[in-house]
């Protein structure tokens, strides 16, 4: 799947394209992110305190790197990024600290033949902690709300090995077969400006689809196949287990309960406006245990160019309620890049609206800005700003939550 291309600017002038160093890139799809650390390497562009030492320490390894992947296809890297959450409403469970370390390798063209490459994916470490007695979970749950500030919503740490894939792409890309270990949020109803909590949007809503119906872990074993018969539309969708840990790839979890996705998308390019990026998918889940059998979601994902270094991205998404605490989910941004003349400096406004499928909770919405620097090379710093209603009836004012997220790439 491609990324979505912004701009052609620098296309025309030999060096990668900024899109795939903007906010607009999706972090769990192995290929892209690593085509945005090449480009962070290699293009030179202006940051806030020049190179910086980290840096400088990997040069000798990244000349390795740089000749591994012009020799052999073989792309790698590493991002670790830790968010501090701090309520306006303060208290025992007023602030959390998380991270997240996400290693990834691409081998591409191991087989490359004529008409046919394929490629090897691997996710091949995600690691997640929180760092103070108050994890995510209850700092939402303190909060009234059954969304979150990030999209780390968990209990304690874990690890997971969450796309491990060989893709065979025939007839110039053409038709595209993906087996093995799958992240599905990173092949279907994907959006690259509002699904990033480590790179664009922080808040939940605005970073993920939590109306879309996945497996636990997001990923499982299974196949994915698209066709793309002109470079502005493309069919394709997903079928992987229902039930497996999604942690690591789990053989013994094929009971007989699966997951179907059906997507269908349209890349249109407005001479006036730029590149977009449109998805309708359809999802089916079977579900265990003696309640319902199954569950279905349908999810609408856009973005669009808006110019040159602006990007307007909308979501939405419902359910049938039998899986799900969110029934239906409304989100959407503009993002500004080249901001003061720094080209990966990025500002974000969002707003979204969620419905909780249980009637005892009330709608939950709130409003985002966020604005992320590009210190260095490697390193970006984000000061954010989300104002919440939670969904808890017995909670009236609107709450503040002010967040400060470190991102390095390496």
């Not at 079977?286 to 856009?302: H, I, K, R």
């Amino acid at each position: 799947m491609t990324a979505l291309v912004l701009s052609n600017m620098a296309e025309a002038q030999g060096t990668p394209d900024p899109a795939t160093i903007s906010a607009s890139v999706q972090f769990g799809n192995v290929e892209q992110t690593l085509e945005r650390l090449d480009a962070i390497r290699e293009i030179g562009f202006r940051t806030h305190f020049g190179s910086g030492p980290i840096d400088k320490l990997l040069r000798p390894f990244n000349k390795t790197r740089a000749r591994w992947k012009d020799q052999y296809g073989l792309k790698f890297g590493l991002q670790y990024s830790p968010i501090l959450h701090q309520s306006g409403r303060g208290g025992p469970d007023g602030r959390t600290l998380n991270d997240a370390v996400d290693v990834f390798l691409r081998w591409d063209g191991i087989v490359q033949t004529g008409g046919y490459k394929g490629s090897l994916d691997l996710f091949a470490y995600r690691r997640r902690d929180d760092y103070l007695s108050t994890n995510t979970a209850r700092f939402n749950t303190a909060r009234g709300a059954l969304l979150g500030p990030s999209d780390a919503n968990v209990e304690g740490s874990f690890t997971s090995v969450s796309q491990l894939s060989w893709e065979s792409l025939w007839f110039d890309d053409a038709l595209d077969i993906t087996i093995g270990q799958l992240f599905l949020p990173a092949l279907v109803d994907e959006n690259d400006t509002l699904g990033n909590d480590r790179l664009s949007f922080m808040a939940e809503p605005l970073s993920n689809n939590p109306a879309h119906v996945l497996p636990e872990g997001d990923a499982g074993l299974g196949i994915g196949i698209w066709v793309t018969p002109s470079d502005r539309f493309y069919i394709g969708g997903v079928i992987s287990q229902a039930n497996a840990n999604g942690e690591y790839p789990d053989f013994g979890a094929f009971d007989g309960d699966w997951l179907t996705v059906a997507e269908l998308g349209w890349t249109p390019d407005f001479p006036a406006l730029g590149r977009g990026h449109y998805r309708l998918t359809y999802t089916h889940i079977d579900l265990p245990g003696t309640g319902p059998s199954s569950s279905e979601s349908w999810s609408f994902s856009a973005e669009q160019a808006i110019g040159e270094g602006k990007t307007l991205a909308v979501r939405a998404g419902t359910n049938d309620g039998n899986r799900n605490d969110i029934r239906s989910l409304v989100s959407g941004g503009v993002v500004f890049d080249d901001v003061l003349g720094y080209a990966t400096d990025a500002i974000g406004a969002g707003a979204f609206w969620a419905e909780p499928d249980d009637s005892k909770w009330r709608d939950e919405y709130g409003v985002e800005l966020f604005w992320r620097l590009q210190l260095t090379n490697s390193v970006q710093f984000t000061p954010d700003i989300q104002l919440w209603r939670p969904s808890d009836r017995n909670e009236d004012s609107i709450e503040a939550i002010v967040s400060f997220r470190l991102t390095i790439s390496i």
